[in-house]
């Protein structure tokens, strides 16, 4: 099973918290994963395209949802942005906020595979401009 780098835990927590993650709250976690879906989606739609962005999500889902039942149901894309709150809210406040971790940094160390780093950090930054990237770029070899 792939794993997410640390790399992609730290930018999936940092996208989180921009949208309202403190692990004090459930409904806080999972309103966040949705906005994080749905602005991500938003990004790597054109990119990767509708089907792109949800085969890539339910894979993620089925990758990260080794022991969590309810991430590993959410492989089908339809509707994924509210099933994935429902899901979250039926979990605790700190198993809510590092499943969501573990799912987007499973779905950003995807993308990155897929599209590369460079594009994965410029389709962060058209949807949170905000966020600081420490994230190790890629090299020209």
Excluded at 40 to 61: C, D, M, N, W
Excluded at 109 to 134: H, M, N, S, Y
Aim: glycine content about 8%; aromatic content about 4%; overall charge positive.
């Amino acid at each position: 099973m792939m794993k997410p780098t640390t790399a992609q835990r730290e930018r999936a927590r940092r996208l989180l918290s921009a949208e309202g993650d403190s692990g004090a709250s459930s409904d806080a976690s999972a309103a966040a994963a949705g906005r994080v879906y749905d602005k991500l989606s938003a990004q790597l739609i054109p990119l990767l395209g509708l089907a792109g962005v949800e085969a890539l999500f339910a894979r993620s889902a089925k990758l990260a949802g080794g022991d969590r039942p309810c991430i590993a149901g959410l492989a089908s894309g339809i509707e994924a942005s509210s099933r994935l709150r429902g899901c979250l809210q039926a979990l605790a406040p700190a198993d809510a906020s590092e499943t969501a971790a573990v799912l987007f940094a499973t779905l950003l160390e995807l993308v990155v595979t897929f599209i590369g780093d460079r594009l994965t950090v410029q389709a962060l930054r058209g949807a949170w401009p905000a966020i600081e990237e420490t994230a190790p770029r890629e090299t020209k070899k």
